[in-house]
């Protein structure tokens, strides 16, 4: 009977020396579980250079090739001859993470069962596991696993049926010597930290994210997300300098994380707002109580510049689960936080999922404008219209906004008038 086949790509670098075969793990018992701490390595990395090997195998339940197949023995030879000349681990996996086909190098014996044994632990916190399940949903991912004094630089792809289904990942690793290491965590950190508060930015917070959500389904633990932006900080700026503004974002970041668990992600997410990632979670009144606790923190004032400075903050809080996007729960805490402002400075509000959640929005914002018109808390200016042709005033506008507890007293940009005219204050 003819065989079916099936194509998937590896990679290598150019390295030297000899091979040998794959030890497979035996199959871990238990379950495992999410640790709690971040692991040593968790991010993407850039890639060395590779060169790529396409290997043709029979499909899974296909006849074998005939022994004088030379496709077969091509890819068979291939294969080998790799292992035999690069420090190279090779693997294939099913889709519950168990090592079933495998060749590395002699000079890495005992990572091949390091390796196995780690993935079917089912550790989300590790990087290895991260990465396998982001592949079998079809994603190419780098990594880098450590482990002691060695460390791994692989790539995971899946590894796909004839009928184009995900049957599962195929990988591949090389080993990084102690200066290649030292320097690529150097390089690392440098790119995905904040120089100012030394706290993780933008792109690493994201990344432990996507790993958390990637991992929640095993966890079976709350993951929430909480962004904390900071009241009057451009105020700050103004009065005081960008110097002291940068003194305070500093020491924002030492109170934050004296409050947070060891396992808890704290980012600066941007110019004046913070991120944290909590995850292992029982319950959204304990997420509640973390983002009331960080607030709490809020009330002490900062000296700055021999000045005593008081600052808050207002906090949006939003869930994840298992499977959802990184960038749909922080869009949910963006709405949260967007909702904590529109009610007014030092507060935070969480993010409640359904189909009145605009609805609400908006019933906040209608809320609010009659508070402020109640308090008499607009300012308006009249501006004169000018015709063209003559220059004689036709007519006035009204500009109308609401006192903004970040911007203070100033007045928002106004239409540019036909020509310049002076305004008449209320």
Not at 54 to 73: H, I, L, Y
Not at 82 to 110: F, I, K, M, N, Y
Not at 287 to 295: E, H, M, Q, S
Request: charged share 25%; proline share 6%.
């Amino acid at each position: 009977m003819k065989a079916e086949w099936q194509e998937h790509t590896l990679f290598a670098d150019a390295a030297a020396a000899r091979g040998g075969e794959f030890t497979s793990p035996q199959r871990a018992g238990g379950s495992g579980g999410c640790a709690a701490s971040t692991p040593q390595l968790n991010e993407e990395v850039p890639a060395p250079r590779f060169a790529r090997l396409v290997v043709r195998e029979p499909a899974p339940g296909a006849s074998g090739p005939p022994a004088t197949d030379p496709v077969a023995r091509a890819g068979e030879a291939g294969m080998r001859m790799l292992a035999e000349q690069v420090p190279v681990l090779l693997w294939a996996t099913d889709r519950s993470l168990r090592v079933t086909w495998g060749l590395r190098h002699p000079s890495l014996v005992g990572l091949d069962a390091r390796l196995g044994q780690l993935l079917q632990s089912g550790d989300a916190g590790a990087s290895a596991v991260a990465a396998h399940r982001r592949a079998l949903k079809g994603e190419a991912v780098e990594f880098d696993q450590a482990w002691e004094d060695r460390t791994l630089h692989a790539r995971v792809e899946p590894l796909r049926s004839p009928g184009g289904d995900v049957a599962g990942t195929v990988g591949l690793a090389l080993e990084l010597d102690n200066e290649t290491r030292q320097r690529r965590e150097e390089m690392l950190r440098a790119g995905r930290h904040d120089p100012l508060t030394e706290l993780p930015n933008r792109t690493l917070f994201l990344e432990r994210l996507r790993q958390a959500t990637a991992g929640a389904d095993w966890c079976r633990e709350g993951l929430f997300v909480l962004l904390l932006d900071l009241d009057g900080f451009r105020g700050v700026n103004a009065r005081l300098g960008f110097e002291a503004g940068d003194r305070l974002l500093a020491a924002v970041a030492v109170r934050l994380g004296r409050r947070l668990r060891p396992g808890d992600t704290l980012a600066r997410y941007g110019p004046d707002e913070f991120a944290v990632l909590l995850s292992g979670l029982r319950s959204g009144d304990e997420a509640l109580l973390v983002a009331r606790r960080l607030l709490g923190e809020m009330a002490a004032p900062f000296e700055l510049q021999g000045a005593m400075v008081t600052a808050s903050a207002s906090a949006g809080l939003a869930a994840g689960a298992a499977g959802h996007r990184p960038e749909a729960i922080i869009r949910d805490a963006e709405r949260a936080l967007e909702r904590a402002k529109i009610l007014g400075r030092s507060r935070f509000q969480m993010f409640h999922p359904g189909p009145d959640a605009q609805e609400t929005l908006l019933s906040d914002i209608e809320t609010a404008l009659r508070h402020a018109l109640e308090m008499e808390d607009f300012h308006r200016r009249y501006r004169p219209t000018v015709r063209r042709k003559d220059g004689k005033v036709a007519g006035f506008e009204i500009l109308l906004w609401r006192r903004s507890a970040e911007q203070g007293e100033a007045s928002p940009e106004p239409r540019p008038s036909p020509r310049p005219a002076s305004e008449i204050a209320s």
